[in-house]
Each structure stands twice: as structure tokens, then as C-alpha cells.
């Protein structure tokens, strides 16, 4: 298991990029999850140039999370489904010039019952490909998370953990434990059957209502069989703490002794 901890800059959303990799690095950062979303990313271009040169001032590595928001790579317009797929093309060449080690894919959104899930399923293996294509010859680990809740995942559980059997070993697994327990799928057994390809999980708490992106132990996500599981994971899985906007940042450092002391065992 990776021993670096990975904070999630989701907690400082819209804020100074420079500014909040400071934070977490003072609060105990070993490396940072650049969420490409909010006003500071909002002229994409511009910023991408910017943070190539700023993170070389950094002695933390990083991940990369293309937009969240407004993206879906399995939408019903095709329009939004190649934007979708040319900003994802974007944090892939971003995350290849500042040597990040993933970067994290939503494979996509279904929100009306409406729509069939089969087609929606299909399009994700798709354009997924396409970015192995890209990603392939630059180095770039894809990390496929898994996404939806309350009816909009275009996956069951089971569909997830087979999904990438098709695809290129460039693109793995990222567990969301947040979004999981909402969805009420069996965190452990998940991280059980994508081991040979995980390579990261976000990790936040809920009350299995809603994606609240709590820290660890404030909501109802029962963590002994996580942390047992995690125990047993491939060497280059990254646990990254991915904390709702507002979360006191004291908070970060209390789940990385957590984790290091129940899933990594370190005294």
C-alpha cells in the first residue's frame, strides 16, 4: 500500500490553486488532487500554463481531476459528450506535464430513467478507450471512478468492477467510498475484485442519504472491513482524503493518522 497521503483540494473549492496547495501541504499533505473546477479554472487555458510552472515550486506530487460539474462523457447530447471528452483530453496532457500519477475519470452520468443505462455503458467504453489512446503513450494512469447515486450510475456493482476487462491496463480503478455506500455497494468486496487495477480511492464519509463528503467517522460508513481490506491492496493504490468545501482543515490531518494507523499500520 502506497504510504503517501493524498489530499483532495475539493475542500478548498474556488479558492487560489497556489494558495490552497500551501494549506495542505502545512496541514500534512505528502501530495495533492488538483480538482480542475470552480472560478480559478474557469479560463481552463490560462491556468493550465500558470500551474505547469507554479507546481515546480512544490516538492509534493499530485493527481489530477478533471472538471466534475457539468461534464458527462455518456450524455445524451453529443455535444456535451465530446466537450466532455476534450476537457478530459486536456487534464491528461496537463497531468503527463507536471508528472501527476493519475488522472481520475467520471465514465459518465445517467440522470432520467428515461435513457438506457446499456447505451450509456457503451459510450463510457468508448470514449475511455479513446483516452487510453491518448494517455498510452505519455504514461498517464487513467483512474476510473466510480460515480452516481440515487439512480444516476450507469453501473451496478457488479457491472463496475468488470467494466475496464475490455480495456487497455492503462485505465484502473478508483473507489469512491462515499459514493459506494449511498449506492449501498460492498466497499470491501470492491476493493477485493479490482486490486489487480486499483489505483486509488477517495475517501470521505455520509449518512447514506447523500454525497456529503464527510471526514472519516462522521457518517455511517463502517470502516474496520475498509481499513482491513485496504491492508491487503497492491503496492501503488492511492488513498486520497476528499473533503466537502468548508471542512475544517484540521480535519485532514486527523484522517491521515487515522489512515495510517488503521489501513497502513504505521506506529
Known amino acids: 500500500m502506497n504510504k ?39 479560463e481552463m487555458d490560462k491556468q493550465i500554463e500558470k500551474m505547469k510552472k507554479a507546481v515546480k515550486h512544490y516538492k509534493v506530487k499530485f493527481t489530477v481531476h478533471p472538471p466534475a460539474w457539468d461534464t458527462n462523457l455518456t450524455s445524451e447530447n453529443k455535444a456535451i459528450r465530446e466537450t466532455s471528452f476534450e476537457e478530459y483530453k486536456k487534464s491528461i496532457l496537463f497531468a503527463h506535464e507536471i508528472e501527476a500519477e493519475h488522472v481520475v475519470i467520471h465514465p459518465g452520468f445517467c440522470f432520467s430513467p428515461i435513457f438506457d443505462k446499456a447505451i ?19 504514461g498517464v494512469k487513467l483512474a476510473v471512478e466510480n460515480v452516481g447515486y440515487n439512480g444516476t450510475s450507469i453501473f451496478t456493482e457488479d457491472q463496475f468492477v468488470k467494466f475496464l476487462n475490455t480495456l487497455d491496463n492503462y485505465a484502473g480503478y478508483l473507489i469512491d467510498t462515499g459514493h459506494a455506500h449511498v449506492n449501498q455497494w460492498n466497499i ?40 482491513d481490506e485496504l491492508r491487503k491492496t497492491n503496492q501503488s493504490c492511492q488513498l486520497i482524503l476528499e473533503y466537502a468545501p468548508g471542512t475544517e482543515l484540521e480535519k485532514l490531518r486527523i484522517g491521515k493518522q487515522l489512515v495510517l494507523e488503521k489501513a497502513l499500520i504505521v506506529h
Open 120 to 138: 450509456a455503458r457503451k459510450r463510457a467504453e468508448e470514449y475511455i478507450g479513446r483516452l487510453c489512446q491518448i494517455s498510452k503513450p505519455l
Open 188 to 227: 470491501p468486496r470492491m476493493i477485493r475484485y479490482t486490486n489487480s487495477r486499483l489505483l486509488g480511492l477517495h475517501i470521505h464519509d455520509n449518512s447514506g442519504a447523500s454525497d456529503e463528503h464527510l471526514p472519516i467517522g462522521e457518517g455511517t460508513v463502517d470502516w474496520t472491513p475498509i481499513f
Open 4 to 42: 503517501d497521503i493524498c489530499y483532495s483540494d475539493l475542500i478548498l473549492l474556488t479558492n487560489n490553486v497556489e494558495k490552497n496547495i500551501n494549506q495542505l501541504v502545512n496541514y500534512g499533505a505528502d501530495k495533492v488532487e488538483l480538482l480542475m473546477d470552480g472560478l480559478e479554472w474557469d
